[in-house]
């Protein structure tokens, strides 16, 4: 991926706080956010927000999930930088549906929510989510869980298989 100007992906519901637009953002040399999620793109005080969040300098995209693969694969960010931001896995599997080589996931924040289970601090999983996890990993994606830069990294499967 990084060929196509990927460098990092990362699950955040958040998206833009503070760890990301800081330490993370910062540690990639990151040169533009994308952020893919068809509900993103159609909730205007939440693109406004994430417009206010990201660092100066950073170049911000919101994308759907289909229309981000089909710009990534064209080649629209070769030579850039692009750190990916998804709220959950789905869009991910959504992503790699549409042809896109993903080749490692850092799983960073997902809130517990209703009929969710804790697998890390910080990462609560519903049955959707699981499924979607270990399609992605049965399609060879790295999933790692790493809240950040200087925290050694983790695999992620085995934190699912433990719980």
Not at 113 to 139: C, M, P, W
Request: proline residues 3%; aromatic residues 4%; glycine residues 6%.
């Amino acid at each position: 991926m990084e060929d196509l100007g990927i460098k990092n992906i990362r699950i955040d519901e958040r998206l833009i706080h503070g760890q990301v637009a800081t330490m993370w953002t910062n540690s990639l040399k990151a040169s533009r956010i994308m952020v893919v999620g068809d509900d993103v793109v159609h909730d205007s005080i939440q693109k406004m927000a994430l417009k206010t969040a990201v660092p100066a300098g950073v170049k911000l995209s919101i994308l759907k999930a289909q229309s981000a693969a089909e710009k990534i694969l064209s080649g629209k960010y070769k030579g850039q930088r692009v750190f990916m931001l998804v709220k959950s896995p789905k869009w991910l599997r959504i992503l790699v549906d549409n042809g896109l080589p993903i080749e490692k996931v850092n799983v960073g924040n997902m809130s517990s929510r209703e009929g969710s289970k804790q697998v890390k601090k910080s990462v609560a999983v519903t049955q959707t989510d699981i499924d979607d996890f270990n399609y992605l990993n049965d399609h060879g994606i790295e999933l790692i869980a790493q809240m950040v830069p200087s925290e050694d990294p983790v695999k992620f499967m085995k934190l699912l298989e433990d719980r």
